[in-house]
């Protein structure tokens, strides 16, 4: 594997020797790398090369499938998520995740976004969750078109607005890592420019995962690149050198279509 | 060679843009060395021939600039193929450039009179000569991707700039002997800078290739130089 990123950056997020089994099928190999705090790394690969489960590995979303198995460490902040003493549903409250098709609550747009900081217990009074539905739908970038329609159901929204309104739920509950499982993908050119707009501001403050198969837009939102093939991870680097001079020949052939 | 595109239609088009520009060489190349031959022989025949030629060499080049925006357009090349594009834009650049300073020297051949010195004449065809051979080596590394023998010509522009050198002073000389024939003898001078020019293009279009093949920048300082493949750690520089 190439690393060939800057070692200084702080990382959010260590991973080491990570295998994931799925019953006797091992889906990942020996996955080591760090992802920095405040950016956007990007998940790359070909179907099936592991991308997906892997993400689902940095908030324990495999422990809900019966024969996933995962072996070795992922620390986040200097702490194994998979100890035992960890407990999965607060993991996932300090990891949000946004999936590939926008999947709103049957509830009104004000109680999707309420909904986690409800369970939570986030917000004493009516007016702190108030506070928490506004902040997080400005962030989201959503405010300016529901604002007058809060109790409109979350499902009357557009494609886009319906997958912002997931990201506005997502950041909610005050997350530290936000991970996306191809966002844009069931988006039009509009709708994703916009969700990309709104990733490079939730950079500033969040550590950001993405899975896309879109090369483009991983080009375009994240600062640093991971590439993916067979369950394995080929190369990792500044998101500048893996589209203009990467190192390895299969990432080569990979991004510049000459794949299999 | 590399491996094919999924999509077979990237491959011919870039491919096309390839061979545009080894066209563009080809006719850069035969610009150069018929231009010295029509000073050298007095042949203003040939030396028209050169004038007419630069018409294609920038209907070429347009080609190849519509082909590359094009490609860039519509496939949004990556890596290798991306640096192939640029690269491209940069070469047919440098290539038109060499067709205009190519032209000149026919303008200049005709204008130059008849000329007696065999000498300042020899001089004038060995270095049209060797930037000929320059020329021919850096196309030769750009249709092999060729780092190393693209530094090679980064080197040898040294043997060109001596050439010139000498050269000019030769021309200096030829100038003061007769200074009734100022007018005419100098417009040696502008066929020996536009000689020069040449080569400098030729440098540039090496160093061009050595970009697209690896990536990297030729350094400045040639001691520094490697043609290593970009596979190689970055500190192995220095190699």
Redesign the interface.
Known sequence: MTDTANTFIASKIECRNVDVFYADKQAIFDVSFNIPDRSVTALIGPSGCGKSTFLRCLNRMNDTIDIARVEGTIMMDGADINASAVDAVLLRSRVGMVFQKPNPFPKSIYDNVAYGARIHGLAATKPALDEIVETSLRRAGLWAEVKDRLTAPGTSLSGGQQQRLCIARAIAIGPEVILMDEPCSALDPIATAKIEELIDELRQRFCIVMVTHSMQQAARVSQRTAFFNEGRLIEIGDTETIFTNPHDQQTQDYITGRFG | M??????SA?TSELEQLSANLLRMGGLAEAMIKDAGRAVVSRDAELAQSVIDRDHEMDRLEQACEREAVRILALR????????NVIGSIKLADALERIGDLARNIAVRSIAVGDSDNRAALRGVERMGQAVSRQLQVALDAYARRDAVAALAVVHQDDDIDSHYNALLRAMLVYMVEDPEQLDTRSNFLFIVKNLERIGDHCTNIAKVVHFIAT??PVANDYSKISAAP??DAPNNEDA
Do not use: C, E, T, Y
Not at chain 2, 76 to 83: C, F, I, T, V
């Open positions: 590399m491996q094919q595109h999924i999509v990237f949004q090349p990556m890596a290798s193929d991306l640096r990536g990297q970009n596979k």
